[in-house]
């Protein structure tokens, strides 16, 4: 009778181990609601000053109601406009003085006014005849190429009446150290042969082969970048041949900046040469019997 009531305890202390597990899950739960009554307290004051100081930052006036009043509109009901101190600084150019080509502002090159006088001079005929365009704004003077002038249609190997035109244009750019740009166009004809995949592909062949032969003629490489729009920037209308001529080009670009050649190294000093000691007369050396044997050679006389 004794040995079953100890049984009967046993099979009963099994039974209460899940208040352990169920007392962990009360505490975790407790827990778990303190942490989201802690984040559920919101100091308005902060917000409000973080909210101010952003509005103060993008150019806006600061309003009484907004994220915290549980309207939301304080930053969205006037379209944000960054201070012109967060775009640019006073050491910082214009987005116009530095177009995406990437050219630096730090000096002004030639004159493009006086460029502009030559090739109106050299290439004249050129221009009269419509297969030339020089224009001139601020920061870049374009000679606009016709392609047909050029290259064959559909190719990018220059053909024989390039080398004049290029040769014009790079005695003239050789001697100035200004930037230069070449930049390929098409039409919006698809192309499609066993070269190129598509216009861009030509516009940006045609833009390297103008820069290839600049190099050729002795322009400096660290001038010069080629960049392909092809049929996505046109001038004229494409429905049109003669607009479609029109779109066909390669303009090399000219910018006021110029290339500064990095200064030359500074030959570093030479680290003076190690002395090399005089031989010694084979008549000062001398040959001493050391005492409990061995010899010792030395030079010293005494």
Known sequence: MRKR????????????????????????????????YSVAIVNKEQY????EGMTQAFNQIPRSDGLLEGQGKSLLDHAVSAAPSLL???????????????TPVQQDGASLAAIDVQ????MGSLVEAGVVKITQDDNWLTVELSAGLLFNSGSA????????VLDTLSGILKPVDNYVRVRGYTDNEPIHNEM?????????A?????LGALITKGIVPQRLAYEAYGEFSP????????????????????????????????????????????????????????????????????
Do not use: C
Request: proline content about 8%.
């Open 196 to 204: 190129f995949s598509s216009n861009w592909a030509l516009s940006a």
């Open 88 to 102: 640019e600084s006073q050491a910082s150019p214009a987005p116009s003085l530095a177009p995406i080509t990437g």
């Open 157 to 164: 190997f220059l053909g024989p009446n390039a080398a004049p």
């Open 235 to 302: 001038v004229a209308d494409n429905s049109t041949e003669q607009g479609r001529l029109q779109n066909r080009k390669v303009v090399v670009a000219i910018s006021r900046f110029a290339w500064v050649a990095p200064a030359p190294a500074q030959p570093q000093a030479q680290a003076p040469a190690a002395t090399v000691p005089a031989a010694v007369d084979s008549e000062d050396v001398r040959v001493v019997t050391l005492p409990g044997g061995g010899i010792r050679i030395t030079t010293r006389q005494d």
């Open 119 to 122: 090739l109106q001079q050299t």
């Open 5 to 36: 009531y100890r049984l009967h305890l046993q099979g009963r202390e099994h039974l209460d181990r899940w208040l352990v597990s169920y007392a962990d899950y009360m505490t975790l739960i407790f827990a778990l609601f303190v942490v989201l």
């Open 48 to 51: 409000r000053a973080v909210i």
């Open 206 to 210: 045609r833009a390297e082969a103008v």
